[in-house]
Nanobody, 116 residues
Framework: QVQLVESGGGLVQPGGSLRLSCAAS????????MGWYRRAPGKERELVAK????????YADSVKGRFTISRDNAKNTTVYLQMNSLKPEDTAVYYC?????????WGQGTQVTVSS
């Protein structure tokens, strides 16, 4: 069972940036399409970005042009989410997991709070 550990969240002002990291317990990112999901208070979990095994990327309209997903191609154990021009509506717990069918066990996530 692969374990996923997210990190890099925090409190940031509107317009600021954060870089999230997702570390896997084994090299899987060359096998699975991976994505960053988020869950805001009172809302359903949503997929905001994904990266395919070949490196292709897709983004939700709400983050397109502001977020960039990437991965460590050397080890295939870390996926990143660079978040720029953050907005209060980006406030959520962010998780990484496989796409379209997530692994059974989710990491603890990392809290991102965008507030002045």
């Amino acid at each position: 069972q692969v374990q996923l550990v997210e990190s890099g969240g925090g409190l940031v002002q509107p317009g600021g940036s954060l870089r999230l990291s997702c570390a896997a317990s084994r090299s899987i990112f060359s096998i699975y399409t991976m994505g960053w999901y988020r869950r805001a208070p009172g809302k359903e979990r949503e997929l905001v970005a994904k990266i395919g095994t070949g490196g292709s990327t897709n983004y939700a309209d709400s983050v397109k042009g502001r977020f960039t997903i990437s991965r460590d191609n050397a080890k295939n154990t870390t996926v990143y989410l660079q978040m720029n021009s953050l907005k209060p509506e980006d406030t959520a717990v962010y998780y990484c997991n496989a796409v379209p069918v997530p692994f059974t066990f989710w990491g603890q996530g990392t809290q991102v709070t965008v507030s002045s």
